[in-house]
């Protein structure tokens, strides 16, 4: 399945919708999240696209490879990207208890309201894209954004 081929109006909703998740945040924190995420829900076309995508913007190959294990490798992370990591893990893997005030509040720290809803809706929409990319199978290395 194709969603773009097949589902073209449902296609084009969520490139609107990821287009408005992404006003004003800030790119390097944006492919952070799309990482962490992607990582999470095993999503290999994702992870790979947004690793390039985020090499492209200048991240260092050191900083990417400690994404997985940012707790672990917290030199390698601002507090801000951490807030934001531990914010990404937390509504990605939502659960039974949803994201405890703790995790919000650390977030919050360094976003405004505003900020915050931007934040979650990027977390929304790369935990969509990623749910679309593995069950219809996207085969790793491909990009669909330069088909």
Same mark, same amino acid.
């Given at each position: ?7 073209? $109006?449902? &296609? ?8 408005? #998740? #992404? ?10 999240? /799309?990482? $962490? ?6 999503? #290999? &076309? ?16 050191? /900083? ?39 995790? &919000? ?32 199978? &996207?085969? #790793?290395?491909?990009?669909?954004? $330069?088909?």
């Amino acid at each position: 399945m194709a969603i773009p081929a097949t589902n073209p $109006r449902v &296609y084009d909703a969520l490139v609107a919708l990821q287009a408005a #998740a #992404a006003d004003g945040v800030d790119a390097e924190l944006g492919e952070l999240i /799309k990482i $962490r995420a992607s990582q999470l829900n095993g999503c #290999a &076309y994702c992870l790979h696209m947004h690793v390039s995508d985020a090499t492209a913007l200048g991240m260092s190959d050191s /900083k990417l490879h400690m994404v997985a294990v940012w707790r672990e490798a917290p030199n390698f992370f601002t507090v801000r990207e951490q807030a934001v990591l531990e914010f990404t893990e937390a509504v990605t893997r939502l659960g039974d208890r949803g994201v405890p005030d703790d995790v &919000y509040a650390r977030a919050a720290e360094h976003f405004d309201t505003r900020a915050m809803g931007q934040l979650l809706a990027t977390v929304i929409m790369i935990n969509a894209w990623n749910r679309i990319a593995v069950t219809s199978r &996207y085969p #790793a290395g491909a990009d669909e954004r $330069r088909a």
